[in-house]
């Protein structure tokens, strides 16, 4: 069995679930994952000092088996992704023991860039999720008219504190 908790904001909480699934694929194993609070949220609170969300619910959102999700892991290994890191790829995890849990974000689309169809079915909107979007947003999104563009900048107090 691989495991992963699930942590951070919402990028790194899809990039951790979709390597440490397609990494438990391709070892024929089976698959958990958890979904753990960060140390660094403030209590009582889903935001951290710099004013980040975490989604203690992010399966809620996408298509993802909930089937899956455990409260914790027993008496496994745990492999621990190096920090400071220089790649965010490590071949060696292709050859750890069948009971470990994954512990970092494995930002690396090489985990699952060869499973991308699946990883899209994970991650396609939850009916409940489409149906208000439908409700909520019909006006634009049967206007023929209108051109969507968006746009996403990562920059923040944390940002800059990484870059010094």
């Known amino acids: 069995m691989i495991c992963i908790s699930i942590e ?3 990028g790194n909480q899809m990039f951790s679930y979709a390597s440490a699934k397609s990494i438990a694929i391709d070892l024929e194993v089976e698959f958990k994952y958890s979904v753990t609070r960060p140390k660094y949220v ?3 609170q ?3 000092e710099y004013g980040h969300r975490w989604y203690s619910d992010f399966d ?3 298509n993802i088996d909930k089937s899956q999700r455990v409260e914790d892991f027993k008496n496994i290994s745990v492999w621990k992704e190096p920090w400071p890191r220089g790649t965010n790829y490590f071949k060696e995890l292709y050859s750890i023991s069948e ?3 994954l512990s970092g974000h494995f930002c690396s689309e090489l985990y699952f860039a060869h499973r991308r169809r699946e990883v899209l079915s994970w991650f396609t909107f939850s009916q409940d999720v489409r149906t208000k979007v ?3 947003y019909s006006y634009i999104l049967n206007e023929k008219t209108i051109k969507l563009i968006a746009i996403h900048i ?3 107090a944390d940002y800059i ?3 010094k």
Do not use: S, V, W
């Open 42 to 44: 403030l209590k009582n």
């Open 154 to 156: 990562r920059y923040g």
């Open 60 to 62: 809620e959102y996408f």
């Open 8 to 10: 951070d904001a919402l």
């Open 99 to 101: 009971d470990t849990e």
């Open 134 to 136: 439908e409700k909520e």
């Open 46 to 48: 889903d935001f951290d």
């Open 161 to 163: 504190e990484q870059g």
